[in-house]
């Protein structure tokens, strides 16, 4: 499949940060714009510096950047651009991450945050006609009782969402460490989705599953070191939101070729195709289908498969997946 044929097929993304889509062009803008010193003298520096050797050195590097992110024009901006991509890519749908602490520990109020990313969503519906939903989510790194603040703070929004995330520093922080939380979560009726089994181990996935009821797994590639898992994964149908670049960028994997995502699918997994971050990772979410397609030698019919799983991984209404299927058949 080329890369005109994949832009005119629907798809859905599941996995995607909205401050990672801060591409240079526009973090220079706003440092200018907000009076913010950056410690790089141009876009090409910027670039070199997207070279990472693990999570954390991505993480470093990301909540750097938010720091140009300080008004609701500038997370209307930065939603607008990315949901403008959507578009031109063929995403019909997308469920969008954000990191509310990440924001308030800067000052930056919750309402400020939401504001500006909800009027670019409602904006993109109208003027679009494309479907988007946003998830909050907890940074791991930070303790439970910040994360149970946050979900205080949270409350006059929660009809702008359709679920809430669990996300940043995997390794030593388990999800159980945020059990009690994630029941609050569900009290109020909102999904869960959570990043496990990316840098951290396939336990981290059970923990999510048990310890969370996580619906939806953001990462999970390394299930496969635990075949009770999988068998339960492939049971249930709990999706896993896979983001190939991103896998590459912080070394899960050496290189595409080397990814276990044909082992995924083979072994009747829900996996679906995100770009994560993809102003850092160095592609958005038709790159990451085709340059992890052609390395993994998958077929039409796969990736066709890989678009469809988007669908049925997604949180929207039935009747919306169904339409959202057919259309995709009829492409």
Same mark, same amino acid.
């Given at each position: 499949m080329d890369f005109a044929t994949l832009k005119q097929l629907p798809k859905a993304e599941l996995h995607l940060h909205i401050e990672g889509t801060l591409e240079p062009e526009m973090l220079f803008q706003l440092a200018d714009k907000n009076q913010v010193v950056l410690p790089y003298a141009d876009i090409d520096a910027v670039r070199a510096a997207y070279q990472f050797n *693990? !999570? @954390?050195?991505? !993480? +470093? !590097?990301?909540?750097?950047?938010? *720091? #140009?992110? @300080? $008004?609701? *024009?500038?997370?209307?901006?930065? $939603?607008?651009?990315?949901?403008?991509? /959507?578009?031109? +890519?063929?995403?019909?749908?997308?469920?969008?991450?954000?990191?509310?602490?990440?924001?308030?520990?800067? %000052?930056i109020a919750i309402d400020v945050v939401i504001d500006g990313i909800s009027r670019a969503i409602a904006q993109a519906h109208t003027q679009l006609g494309l479907s988007a939903s946003l998830i909050p989510c907890f940074l791991r790194h930070l303790s439970e009782q910040d994360a149970l603040d946050t979900w205080q703070e949270l409350q006059p929004h929660l009809a702008h969402f359709v679920a809430v995330g669990l996300d940043s520093s995997e390794l030593g922080h388990p999800p159980e460490k945020f059990e009690r939380v994630f029941a609050l979560v569900r009290d109020a009726g909102l999904k869960v989705v959570a990043h496990a089994?990316?840098? %951290?181990?396939?336990?981290?996935?059970l923990g999510a599953l048990d310890s969370l009821k996580a619906d939806r797994i953001d990462h999970g590639v390394r299930c496969l070191e635990d075949k009770a898992l999988v068998d339960r994964l492939v049971a249930e149908q709990i999706p896993l939101? #896979? /983001?190939p670049f991103s896998n590459i960028k912080l070394k899960v994997f050496a290189d595409l070729a080397s990814s276990n995502l044909q082992a995924l699918l083979d072994a009747g997994l829900c996996v679906t195709i995100n770009s994560d971050d993809p102003a850092y990772f160095g592609g958005y979410i038709n790159d990451n289908i085709l340059q992890a397609a052609a390395a993994q030698q998958l077929n039409d019919e796969q990736i066709r498969v890989l678009l469809g799983n988007s669908f049925k991984a997604s949180f929207l209404p039935e009747e919306q997946k169904q339409a959202f299927l057919q259309q995709l058949a009829e492409c």
């Open positions: *693990s !999570l @954390q050195d991505f !993480l +470093d !590097l990301y909540y750097q950047g938010m *720091s #140009v992110l @300080q $008004t609701a *024009s500038d997370f209307y901006d930065l $939603t607008w651009a990315y949901l403008e991509r /959507c578009q031109a +890519d063929g995403v019909v749908h997308t469920e969008i991450f954000f990191d509310p602490q990440g924001h308030t520990v800067r %000052g089994g990316e840098e %951290g181990p396939a336990a981290y996935i939101t #896979v /983001c």
